[in-house]
């Protein structure tokens, strides 16, 4: 009896670990049609969005958004954590001089870099210190809230229309053109 008893913990507990590990988010690849998609914010969402920028940033929230999201327990970066700390921050240095070159060639243009809260983070996200943490998780509700491996990212234009892609991995969303943000549209 003791035999069957300790068994059946044994795997009460292995089920309820592997449902608690298991992952709710979803990868797009490059040829879901899903990935990319595009609509209007309504006054309600646009303006919550640019008051949250506003109240969690220094800086002036400009005529076009773009936003960066990454999730906690998130894997895309998984083999990238296995290398040293100076070839990972060679990618976070990157991507930060990326996003300030396109600022100062996109004048109009305001990007943040936001990250779920928690600390199960690929290196190359934790190790950024530019990515804010959405601690209310407001942005999340808001925006984000269906998990993507990869994060997600979102182009806000001053009508109100936007882009959305989702498993981002590389923040494709910096380089689109006009032509392709209307193909989106």
Request: proline residues 2%; charged residues 25%.
């Amino acid at each position: 009896m003791k035999t069957y008893l300790l068994h059946f913990l044994l795997i009460l507990v292995v089920l309820t670990l592997m449902a608690n590990c298991s992952s709710t988010s979803k990868l797009y690849g490059l040829e879901n049609k899903n990935r990319n998609y595009a609509g209007q914010l309504n006054d309600s969402i646009f303006f919550q969005l640019k008051q949250f920028l506003s109240n969690s940033t220094a800086s002036k929230v400009k005529d076009t958004l773009i936003i960066r999201y990454d999730y906690n327990n998130e894997s895309c970066w998984n083999r990238l954590d296995q290398q040293n700390k100076e070839y990972i921050m060679r990618f976070v240095t990157n991507y930060n001089d990326r996003v300030e070159r396109i600022l100062n060639t996109r004048p109009d243009v305001s990007i943040y870099s936001y990250r779920e809260p928690g600390d199960n983070l690929n290196k190359i996200k934790a190790w950024n210190n530019k990515i804010r943490v959405d601690s209310t998780r407001q942005l999340f509700n808001l925006l984000f809230k269906e998990r993507c491996i990869c994060g997600s990212s979102i182009l806000v234009m001053p009508d109100k229309q936007f882009v959305f892609i989702r498993s981002d991995s590389h923040s494709e969303i910096l380089d689109l053109t006009q032509e392709q943000v209307k193909k989106i549209i």
